[in-house]
């Protein structure tokens, strides 16, 4: 980075997309864990003369839509009837990985005599904003995705917008400019820049940048922002922090986030099932001016007995949509492939 350039930044992703990165996360479980949905590591030489590399943002783990047939009495049953490898099998076998990577720790905690509460959060519809504070770099990471720029200051931003990689840095950019807006707003209602740095250092918070009528998704959002969702500790292995954990920060600041709502404290894998169930059919015929894209649900683990001293970790998430969404997204692709193929042909469809 021109602007540091002691720090060598390296943003690591999967190589696939689509069809072919569902293949591999849900095939290689250590891939899915720990190639996140967003990783950034940062090279440098610390005041002792040895070079560090430091985790300086970390993503969620990708995770899976809840289908109707996760939700089948004795689902947590099925198998795979036969080992041929032929295309309905294929089909099969990716539903059933994905049911084991959404339910599969549930079902085991709850066998093992936890409690698991499942919490139901807004889903935002927009772009992936990710945002870490390293106190060890001294620099805020602004991150879409899969890149990620370093800077203190508004006036740093300069140097990606005037330099030869400037598109790459585009969408970083606005995610950077938007928290830089909220900060102002942060100093504004009293509270102290340098505290929250120390509440969310070597924390990477995670939202969904929206309003940007140049980066218009399914729903209208009047003013550009980040509304945020969760957040994830940059050196641990768990999937993300507790529910509980991330509203207090968004709360305490003023930091925009999406509703949350306790559905239950279970003991039993039926009685959670019936209760996502429930959830399926009522947010499904929710319409986009209520709930929005659709939901996340946090499976969270909590102890039965006060006296066993193992923390209360989030399992699993899934995604239960809107079926408007779910149209709309579908009629968005299917007009976007053939405005694609027109333009290929030599018709200019964008007009």
């Known amino acids: 980075y021109e602007l540091y350039p002691n720090y060598s930044v390296f943003d690591v992703k999967l190589n696939a997309r689509g069809f072919g990165e569902d293949e591999i996360y849900l095939g290689y479980i250590d891939i899915l864990k720990n190639i996140r949905r967003g990783n950034t590591f940062v090279k440098y030489q ?4 040895k070079t560090k590399t430091i985790v300086a943002r970390k993503g969620m783990i990708k995770f899976y839509d809840i289908f109707r047939e996760m939700l089948e009495a004795d689902s947590e049953h099925r198998k795979l009837s036969d080992s041929s490898t032929n295309k309905k099998n294929e089909k099969v076998r990716m539903s059933l990985s994905t049911m084991n990577i959404v339910l599969g720790s549930v ?6 005599g936890y409690r698991v509460e499942v919490v139901k959060t807004l889903k935002a ?7 870490s504070y390293s106190s060890e770099l001294g620099v805020w ?3 879409s995705k899969n890149v990620a720029i370093l800077a203190k200051t508004p006036s740093e931003l300069d140097s990606y917008r005037e330099s030869d990689n400037s598109m790459r840095y585009s969408f970083s950019l606005l995610i950077a400019e938007a928290w830089f807006r909220k900060l102002e707003d942060i100093v504004a209602s009293g ?13 990477n918070l995670i939202g969904e940048y929206v309003g940007n009528p140049e980066h218009k998704h399914l729903i209208f959002y009047p003013e550009i922002k980040i509304i945020f969702y969760t957040m994830v500790d940059n050196n641990s292995e768990i999937t993300c922090m507790l529910p509980e954990e991330s509203l207090s920060v968004f709360k305490k600041y003023g930091i925009e986030c999406v509703t949350y709502e306790s559905l239950g404290v279970f003991t039993d894998f039926a009685e959670l099932r019936n209760c996502l169930r429930d959830q399926y059919v009522k947010i499904s015929a929710e319409s986009i001016a209520v709930g929005e894209e659709g939901y996340v649900i946090y499976f969270v683990r909590r102890q039965a007995d006060p006296e066993v001293q193992k923390p209360d970790i989030v399992l699993s998430l899934g995604k239960l949509k809107t079926l ?7 009629l968005r692709e299917k007009l976007a492939g053939v405005i694609a193929k027109l333009n290929k042909a030599g018709h200019n469809a964008n007009k």
């Open 46 to 49: 610390a005041k002792d003369g």
């Open 324 to 330: 408007e969404y779910r149209f709309y997204r579908k």
């Open 107 to 112: 079902y085991k905690s709850l066998q093992d």
């Open 191 to 203: 509270h102290d820049i340098e505290e929250l740095k120390k509440d969310i250092d070597g924390k």
């Open 125 to 131: 519809n927009g772009e992936n904003a990710q945002i």
């Open 141 to 143: 990471v602004f991150s």
